[in-house]
């Protein structure tokens, strides 16, 4: 499993940079989500591009965060497994559709950068772990800790292929099988996933049941933006991600020439 390295980003050589670039994209448009910020203001709500959401401070009075946003959608997902990123243990989901989704064929990417939003809803047998979990039910606001950007995705039926990759997830190979048992004519969705750290305690759903509750797989509009990803430590730095990647692409090769039907979706 990967672990997080205290390396800051100007260790990073040149070569290591511009690999940075042609993965994730530079030049052009991308400069300007390069430059974008988070700031406090106050005042008349802004026509620029970039959003504008509106918190109430201690003294009541309204306070306009002016972001670039990169997401507003939220991934339901086991809260083991958000923690598990968050410590860099892990850079995969795997992911079947939920019950209230709308998803002939399979996991239905929406959005490929999004919160978490941690839930223990199928998840009761969980290897001992026994954190309290916030409960809209009972009126508790649900925290976001990590923004995930999607790097690359596949799709498969073969089981064999979740024990195969065992060194890129913190999860027992039974916990994920259980999960893709789940409509067992349908394949289950591989996302390798980036992660990104957000400021602690700065990011909370209320609690709605009616509208953030329920089996499905996303929520598709927050009531507020979460800065881009550009502007957020990464969990993992540079030279331990292009790592990861690395033996993952390795390992996905390996598979598909022992004849393991994996198909690589477009992101």
Known sequence: MFTSSSASSSSI???????????????????????????????????????????????NKSIAITECVTAKTALK????????????????????GGINDNNNGGFQILENQFVIFPTSFHSANNGGESDAMPDMKKGDSVPFSIVCRITRAWQTSDKSVIKALEKFHALREDEIVSRVNYKPNEPYSILEVRAYVLPKDEYALPADVEKYGGCKSWIEKLPFGIPDTTTLPPVLDQRDWLISQSDLKRKLEFLVATGVEIKELPI
């Not at 997902?77 to 079947?96: H, M, N, P």
């Open 13 to 59: 050589g040149s070569s290591s940079f511009l690999l940075q670039n042609h993965l994730f994209g530079g030049g052009g448009k991308n400069d300007d989500v390069g430059r974008c910020f988070l700031k406090k203001t106050r005042g008349s709500r802004s026509t620029s591009s970039r959003r504008q959401l509106r918190r109430r401070g201690n003294n």
């Open 77 to 96: 997902e086991w809260s083991k497994t958000e923690k598990a990123i968050e410590r860099g243990e892990q850079v995969l989901l795997f992911r079947k």
